[in-house]
Nanobody, 114 residues
Framework: QVQFVESGGGLVQAGGSLRLSCAASESTYSVNSIGWYRQAPGKQREYVAHITRGGGTGYAASVKGRFTISRDNAKNTVSLQMNSLKPEDTAVYYC????????WGQGTQVTVSS
């Protein structure tokens, strides 16, 4: 089963930017759609964005226009560029497959202060 390791989280002021990275345990040429998800304490994990093997993208309405997902199959990575961050973006961010999800990793913490 493919595994993912997330990195790049941190503390940022509202309006700031962060770039998250997701490293896959196997070539991303071998998997289809990969998504970013997030979970705030006491809340359900939610979908944020996804990218297909061919580069097609989709976003949750809450982040559309602010976040950009990208995929570098040569480096086996998927990134999430987050701009214009809001306090409500504070969560642990995870990457995983879009369908037939693998086990969840530890994620990377994103904290946005007012």
């Amino acid at each position: 089963q493919v595994q993912f390791v997330e990195s790049g989280g941190g503390l940022v002021q509202a309006g700031g930017s962060l770039r998250l990275s997701c490293a896959a345990s196997e070539s991303t040429y071998s998997v289809n759609s990969i998504g970013w998800y997030r979970q705030a304490p006491g809340k359900q994990r939610e979908y944020v964005a996804h990218i297909t093997r061919g580069g097609g993208t989709g976003y949750a309405a809450s982040v559309k226009g602010r976040f950009t997902i990208s995929r570098d199959n040569a480096k086996n990575t998927v990134s999430l560029q987050m701009n214009s961050l809001k306090p409500e973006d504070t969560a642990v961010y995870y990457c995983n497959l879009l369908i037939d999800l693998a086990s969840w990793g530890q994620g990377t913490q994103v904290t946005v202060s007012s």
